[in-house]
Each structure stands twice: as C-alpha cells, then as structure tokens.
C-alpha cells in the first residue's frame, strides 16, 4: 500500500490495479466530466476533438511518460527528484524552478477546482431529494443560477471538501485513497456509461454525432490548438510535475509506456463518453452547446430528473470522489514543494495552504467570472508551458541513459525522445504564443 508521501521513501503501490486506479484517478475528474465538454462545446466540438486527440498522442503521452520515469528515477517528490538528477548530472540547478512553475499551476488549479467541486457536492442532496424532478432546460438553467447565487452554501461545500483535501494530504496520501479508489473509481465508469445510455436513448443522437464526430475544419485555428493543448494536459494531469510523485512509488517491474497508455487511454475515454451523456441532451433540449462552464450542471439535471432521485444522487457522489482524487494529487505538489523547501512539515504545509485556498476559492464564489481566467492561466498557459519544458528536460538535460533506464531500450524510446526533443518543444511554443496573439488580438 502507498504510505505517506514523503521524499526520498520506500514506498511504493500495492499492487499495479491499485497504481492504475490511483493514476486514473488523479487524471479522470472534473477534466472529463466538466471542463472537456463545455471546452469542446465552445470550440465548436469535432474539429476540436480531433485536435484533442492528436495532443494527447502526440504531446501529452511522452510528456506523462517522462514524468512517470524521472520519479521513479528520483524516487523523490518532483522538485527533490529534479534537484537528485541535476546535482548528479553536474546540469544547472536552475532546473528546479520547474518543479517550483508545476507546484505554483498545481495550486491555481486547485483554487478553483474546489469551488467547482463544491458545485457537485451541493448537487448531491439535491438530486437525492428528487429536486430535479421534472426538469427542462430553462427550470435546470435556473437551479444552476440560483445554486451558484446561493454563496454561503457553496462557501461552507467548499470549505467541507477542502478539509478532506487537508486532512488526506496532512496524512499523506495513505492506503485509504488507494483502497477507496480501486472501488470507487470502477463503479464511476459502470454510472457513466449507464449515463451515456439514457443520453442517447432519449437525447438526440444524430445530432450529437454530427457535433462531435463530423469534423468542421473551417471552425478550426490556433485558439482552437491552444485549448487543445491546454485540455489534454489538464485532463492527464501532467505538465505541473505531478506525476513525478505519483511514479515516485512504482515498482521497477511497471513497464511504464504501457502504464502511461493505459491511463492515457481511460482518462481519453471518459472524456469520450462525458460527451456522449452531455450532448445528446443538449440538443434534444435546444441548450447552447458553448454555454460556458455550468454546461455539465445545466444538462445532468435534466436526465436525473426523469429517474428515481437516488440514481443522480450515486452519480453526483462518484462525480465527487472522482474529483477528489485529482484534487490531493494538486494539494499534494504544494504540500511536498513546502516540506522540500522550506522543511515545512506536511500537517503545517497542508493547514497554511488550505487556508490560502480557502480565500482564493471565497474569491471564485463571490466573482466567478474569474473560474475562467483562472482556468485559462493555469490549464492552457502554465502546464502546457511546464510540458515545454519538461520536454527540453527529459529529452535534452536529462542523460539518454536514465530514460532508457525507466522506458526500456527499442524503438519506443526513440520515438519517445524525438517528441520530447523536439515535437512537444517546438509544437507546443508555436501554438501557444500564436494562441496567446490570436486571444488577445
Ligand atoms: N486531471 C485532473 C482532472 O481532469 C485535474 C488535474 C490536473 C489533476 C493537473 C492533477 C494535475 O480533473
């Protein structure tokens, strides 16, 4: 069983059903549920798509894969596995500094990945109580409002949730979340294809099909490739360091290129089938499929409220176990970047940043326009940026004998340094200082 995160341990997985649960875990959450389809939604869905999926091949998994072997290399949380690797290597300890941008855009992302959360959890009672009953678009449009309006509400959700963040991550991510997640995580995948059935059973199919599947080319440009980027980073969590912790504790029996494919595949895949539960019933019940952020609370409500409450209530439940999951693992990189630099221990750590975040969050309740500029800063510029230069890193700092130490010599690892060298580094600047001149021009 994984026992508490701390530098430099012995640790590792219990078993590799458990190490995939975990990963999957800390990638699939409120990324595939909630940010892929409303980001879809406003690009234009297909085109985007496609898009997506090319990053994920292309940028995401080499990057997934060079995170995974330089913690297990280092054997360390990520900044303490850089500095290892730098000191070692005699490379510039100014490398360390990426491990500092991952531990800063992994706290801008849980800033407001908590308030998001406490939308779920808000949601839960309602749907056990039956209060989606009978709900069309406007009335759920309404709901969605009004649960967002209601600040003390979601103050006291977020406040809930974060404190279970503090208290799993002051612990150290122990064998609990990796028990709770080998169950948990399956029966979300059972009520989200049961989801997906009802969409298209009673949504409209055709439609939905012809928006995410019939590529529009001419809807297409480098804002589009930006958000691409952004998304399928934020939805396998890489580029911010993370899961150098996570490889941290594999065993050196994981083959970590077909590890790293079968998170990719999961996480791509929920984020699949979240679309097919959402759109259908965005089209069958005339909904904006760029309405924004509140685009998964607007359209499950409406489904939930043609079934027995309790059906929404596991849903919303599993919804939330699964974006707990991903939210220790960004609490974690901040607490392990403090106990590394400043030998602050992790309850101090966890309880200091906790109360941080509880004032960034209180600030996205009162003003939640800034959930999207957050989102935009943290997810589609900072880890895009950290997988730049995790890339440079891995593929051009770091010696060629350690990768192939953790991936394995043969063609893979050539094709895995090639995109690290110099697909992701290159692509990634192109499209993200194009993007950036395309947003703001
Ligand atoms: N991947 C998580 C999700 O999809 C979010 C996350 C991003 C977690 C980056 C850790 C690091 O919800």
Same mark, same amino acid.
């Given at each position: 069983?994984?026992?508490?995160?701390?530098?430099?341990?012995?640790?590792?997985?219990?078993?590799?059903?458990?190490?995939?649960?975990?990963?999957?875990?800390?990638?699939?959450?409120?990324?595939?549920?909630?940010?892929?389809?409303?980001?879809?939604?406003?690009?234009?869905?297909?085109?985007?798509?496609?898009?997506?999926?090319?990053?994920?091949?292309?940028?995401?998994?080499? @990057?997934?894969?060079?995170?995974?072997?330089?913690?297990?290399?280092?054997?360390?949380?990520?900044?303490?596995?850089?500095?290892?690797?730098?000191?070692?290597?005699?490379?510039?300890?100014?490398?360390?500094?990426?491990?500092?941008?991952?531990?800063?855009?992994?706290?801008?992302?849980?800033?407001?990945?908590?308030?998001?959360?406490?939308?779920?959890?808000?949601?839960?009672?309602?749907?056990?109580?039956?209060?989606?009953?009978?709900?069309?678009?406007?009335?759920?449009?309404?709901?969605?409002?009004?649960?967002?309006?209601?600040?003390?509400?979601?103050?006291?959700?977020?406040?809930?949730?974060?404190?279970?963040? @503090?208290?799993?991550?002051?612990?150290?991510?122990?064998?609990?979340?990796?028990?709770?997640?080998?169950?948990?995580?399956?029966?979300?995948?059972?009520?989200?294809?049961?989801?997906?059935?009802?969409?298209?059973?009673?949504?409209?199919?055709?439609?939905?099909?012809?928006?995410?599947?019939?590529?529009?080319?001419?809807?297409?440009?480098?804002?589009?490739?930006?958000?691409?980027?952004?998304?399928?980073?934020?939805?396998?969590?890489?580029?911010?360091?993370?899961? /150098?912790?996570?490889?941290?504790?594999?065993?050196?029996?994981?083959?970590?290129?077909?590890?790293?494919?079968?998170?990719?595949?999961?996480?791509?895949?929920?984020?699949?089938?979240?679309?097919?539960?959402? /759109?259908?019933?965005?089209?069958?019940?005339?909904?904006?499929?760029?309405?924004?952020?509140?685009?998964?609370?607007?359209?499950?409500?409406?489904?939930?409220?043609?079934?027995?409450?309790? @059906?929404?209530?596991?849903? /919303?439940?599993?919804?939330?176990?699964?974006?707990?999951?991903?939210?220790?693992?960004?609490?974690?990189?901040?607490?392990?970047?403090?106990?590394?630099?400043?030998?602050?221990?992790?309850?101090?750590?966890?309880?200091?940043?906790?109360?941080?975040?509880?004032?960034?969050?209180?600030?996205?309740?009162?003003?939640?326009?800034?959930?999207?500029?957050?989102?935009?800063?943290?997810?589609?510029?900072?880890?895009?940026?950290?997988?730049?230069?995790?890339?440079?890193?891995?593929?051009?700092?770091?010696?060629?004998?350690?990768?192939?130490?953790?991936?394995?010599?043969?063609?893979?690892?050539?094709?895995?340094?090639?995109?690290?060298?110099?697909?992701?580094?290159?692509?990634?600047?192109?499209?993200? @200082?194009?993007?950036?001149?395309?947003?703001?021009?």
């Amino acid at each position: 069983m994984a026992g508490p995160v701390v530098a430099g341990k012995s640790d590792h997985w219990g078993s590799r059903f458990g190490f995939i649960m975990a990963a999957v875990g800390s990638s699939v959450g409120l990324g595939n549920m909630w940010r892929f389809p409303y980001i879809a939604g406003e690009m234009g869905g297909s085109a985007f798509i496609l898009v997506y999926l090319g990053c994920i091949l292309l940028f995401g998994l080499p @990057v997934l894969m060079a995170e995974y072997a330089l913690g297990r290399y280092g054997q360390r949380s990520s900044i303490a596995s850089i500095r290892k690797i730098v000191t070692e290597e005699k490379k510039p300890i100014a490398w360390v500094g990426m491990g500092w941008l991952g531990a800063i855009a992994s706290l801008l992302l849980f800033s407001f990945y908590i308030v998001i959360s406490a939308w779920v959890f808000d949601f839960i009672p309602q749907a056990f109580m039956g209060d989606f009953s009978g709900f069309d678009a406007a009335a759920s449009g309404a709901n969605f409002d009004d649960t967002t309006g209601n600040k003390l509400e979601i103050f006291a959700y977020m406040a809930g949730f974060l404190a279970l963040n @503090v208290i799993i991550v002051a612990r150290g991510v122990h064998g609990g979340i990796e028990k709770a997640a080998e169950i948990l995580m399956p029966a979300f995948f059972i009520m989200l294809l049961g989801m997906v059935a009802f969409a298209v059973f009673t949504g409209d199919a055709a439609a939905t099909v012809e928006f995410l599947l019939t590529p529009d080319f001419s809807k297409m440009g480098f804002e589009t490739f930006m958000a691409a980027v952004g998304q399928a980073f934020f939805s396998l969590s890489v580029g911010s360091c993370v899961m /150098f912790t996570y490889g941290a504790y594999l065993t050196r029996d994981t083959n970590i290129p077909k590890n790293a494919g079968l998170v990719a595949s999961a996480d791509t895949f929920v984020a699949l089938i979240a679309g097919f539960a959402i /759109f259908p019933i965005v089209f069958a019940f005339g909904l904006n499929p760029a309405e924004g952020p509140g685009l998964f609370f607007v359209t499950m409500p409406v489904a939930f409220g043609q079934l027995p409450g309790i @059906v929404g209530g596991v849903f /919303f439940t599993l919804a939330l176990f699964a974006a707990f999951t991903s939210s220790i693992s960004l609490l974690e990189t901040g607490v392990s970047w403090l106990e590394d630099q400043k030998s602050i221990g992790r309850l101090k750590g966890a309880l200091g940043l906790g109360v941080i975040m509880l004032c960034m969050g209180a600030g996205y309740i009162w003003a939640p326009e800034f959930i999207d500029h957050a989102s935009f800063l943290s997810g589609d510029v900072m880890l895009p940026l950290g997988g730049v230069l995790i890339g440079i890193f891995a593929g051009w700092v770091v010696p060629k004998r350690i990768l192939a130490s953790e991936l394995g010599e043969g063609m893979h690892l050539e094709i895995v340094l090639v995109l690290l060298r110099f697909v992701v580094p290159v692509a990634i600047s192109i499209i993200l @200082v194009m993007g950036m001149i395309n947003k703001f021009s």
